[in-house]
């Protein structure tokens, strides 16, 4: 059975930063490109990030580029997103998405989020 | 960047009526790569339709997909109790991989 499981949200300050994790089990982690989609308050699901199975290309939408960095461990089954430079439009519930092949963007697999709250 | 818009906001049925959902991209997608994902709150969403047509690993055959180019539908023949939730489509053929607003399927 596909589990993906998030941690790492918080309460941040605007400016500062927050590193999600997400742990998955169930299916070969390296054969998988993996991305993480934001859904803010009230409002409707965003793709923030993907990354290809070995972990050598990543891509992102304009913004968050050059503020936030998605990377993984095949060797510890782990998705990470680093946020840096937080506003208070980043303040989201952030989720985990398993890629259906390799950089297909068809999301097969979620996990059921993790909140980050960037506020004063 | 492509747009998706999704119609209606929301739908109010009854269980056992018939449900479609509309989703018309701002541009013409390639290999119809349009998806459709349900989503309940509190809960991971779940995936439906990939490719406009293709059900996804155990998708019951009520939910169905259709359409191409700008113009895609999802259908559900007969709505179970269970099936009120939050109905997203996404474009997975050009970056950024962007989702519509949103279905709301809510029980009349």
């Known amino acids: 059975e596909v589990q993906l499981l998030e941690s790492g949200g918080g309460l941040v300050q605007p400016g500062g930063s927050l590193r999600l994790s997400c742990a998955a089990s169930g299916f070969t982690f390296k054969n998988y490109a993996m991305n993480w989609v934001r859904q803010a308050p009230g409002k409707g699901l965003e793709w923030v990030s993907g990354i290809s199975g070995i972990g050598t290309a990543t891509r992102y939408p304009d913004s968050v580029k050059g503020r936030f960095t998605v990377s993984r461990d095949n060797s510890r089954n782990t998705l990470y997103l680093q946020m840096d430079s937080l506003r208070a439009e980043d303040t989201a519930t952030y989720f985990c998405?398993?890629?259906?092949?390799?950089?297909?963007?068809?999301?097969?697999?979620w996990g059921q989020g993790t909140l980050a709250t960037v506020s004063a | 960047e492509i747009v998706l818009t999704q119609s209606p906001g929301t739908l109010s049925l009854s269980p056992g009526d018939r449900a479609t959902l509309s989703c018309r991209t701002s541009q013409s997608l390639t290999s119809n790569s349009l998806a459709w994902y349900q989503h309940k709150p509190g809960q991971a969403p779940r995936l439906l339709i990939y490719?406009?047509?293709s059900r996804a690993a155990g998708i019951p055959d009520r939910f169905s997909g259709s359409g191409s180019g700008t113009d895609f539908s999802l259908t559900i023949s007969r709505l179970e109790p269970e099936d009120f939730a939050v109905y997203y489509c996404q474009q997975s053929g050009t970056s950024p991989y962007a989702f519509g607003q949103g279905t709301k399927l809510e029980i009349k």
């Open positions: 998405a398993k890629d259906q092949g390799n950089w297909n963007y068809v999301f097969d697999f």
């Open positions: 490719g406009a047509s």
